[in-house]
């Protein structure tokens, strides 16, 4: 029906940078929103940062002024660039969407990824 795929994990020293995906596909109509979650290790899961399809964003205080997220086809594909990158910031990262579905009801309906992993040395 509709899937999620994350994809950009990876390993990566501290300090250094990787930029996640998220792209949305399959009988989607819309999409209304995006966010990024992460769980790291012994760890709940965490809100990162969202981004609507009027543009808004928000944070997490842990990473505000450190990742980004933007998107593009009208939020059907967002992307989370992540920088100054911390042992904190290990975690499998995954996306939640609110999509209106091809053919449904007209209020989005939730949909989530597998998730991406991010290393981080010390």
């Known amino acids: 029906q509709v899937q999620l795929e994350e994809s950009g994990g990876g390993f990566v020293q501290r300090g250094g940078s990787l930029r996640l995906s998220c792209i949305a596909s399959g009988e989607v109509f819309s999409v209304h929103w995006m966010n990024w979650y992460r769980q790291g290790p012994g760890k709940g899961r965490e809100f990162v940062a969202r981004?609507?399809?009027?543009?808004?964003?928000n944070y997490a205080d842990s990473v505000k002024g450190r990742f980004t997220v933007s998107g593009n086809r009208g939020i059907l594909t967002t992307y989370l660039q992540m920088t100054d990158l911390k042992p904190e910031d290990a975690a499998d990262y995954c996306c939640?969407?609110?999509?209106?579905?091809?053919?449904?009801?007209?209020?989005?309906?939730?949909?989530w990824g597998l998730g991406t992993r991010v290393t981080v040395s010390s």
């Open positions: 939640d969407a609110g999509v209106v579905v091809a053919g449904g009801k007209k209020r989005p309906c939730d949909f």
């Open positions: 981004i609507t399809s009027d543009g808004a964003t």
